[in-house]
């Protein structure tokens, strides 16, 4: 299970979606994987598929700065204290209007989506400032363009992720720690399924695949496989200079348009809202 001297990538949320992808992209390019999750099960799924000689699991609760701490500690020794890329994947939802989702579930989300990513730069930074040409790269979500409604606090965390990367991408240059982020649309992932639907306070039904199955045939919801963000991270490492990858291109055009004027884009989202939308609308 040794990294030797190929490059290093260390991915939270690596047992599905998004970071499995990812893992499996960079590790068919011959890199060797760091992959963490709370799901044990789907880290060794992801081990056997990639195999054992380049891939070490990891169970972390991202929420955990003394785990961090730990797992990053494991982490140099087994890479010569090298990290080409850390990739701060991890992240839940929930679904609904603001006052209807208890405060405790809004808080995990704001510990896993903010909070651990936070904790996992604080740990890995002395190895990516160790290896030249490193990346500190996160998934942020089409949710950051525009406060999504009935996904507040989730969008919020998403809009916090890309504050942290314009200011890191500015301050980690003094270090040579390159920073960057993703933006995703509808990518077909668990979260979709893991993520609950709140309505007047009560935990209804999970959203399952309601919003991957209804998703439009075009535009920037339309249905993306995690493959996609995968090479998006895949070009980014090789020096594109982005700093914030929409995927698809299509969900810059909504970060424009608020920008230009957010007014309107409030105003349009308000007639949406009361004539039934949901936040894919």
Known sequence: MTSGERRIAFITGAASG?????AEHFAAQGWWIGAADRNTAGLEELRDAIGKESCRPWPLDVTDK?????VVAELSEESGGRL???FNNAGIGAAGFFEDIPIEESLKIIDVNLIGVINGIYAALPLLEATPNSLCFTTSSSAATYGAPHLAVYSATKFAVKGLTEA???????KDVRVADVLPGVIDTAIFGDSPVWV???RETDMGRTVVDNAPAEGPFRLIPPSAVAEAVWRCYQGDPRMHWYVPDEVEAIDKAKAADPEAMRDG???ALKAGATPLD
């Open 66 to 70: 003394t785990a961090w701490d730990a």
């Open 269 to 271: 989202r308000i007639a």
């Open 18 to 22: 998004i970071g499995r992808a990812t």
């Open 200 to 202: 007047e306070g009560r």
């Open 84 to 86: 080409d890329l850390l």
């Open 168 to 174: 890191l991408a500015v301050e980690l240059s003094r």
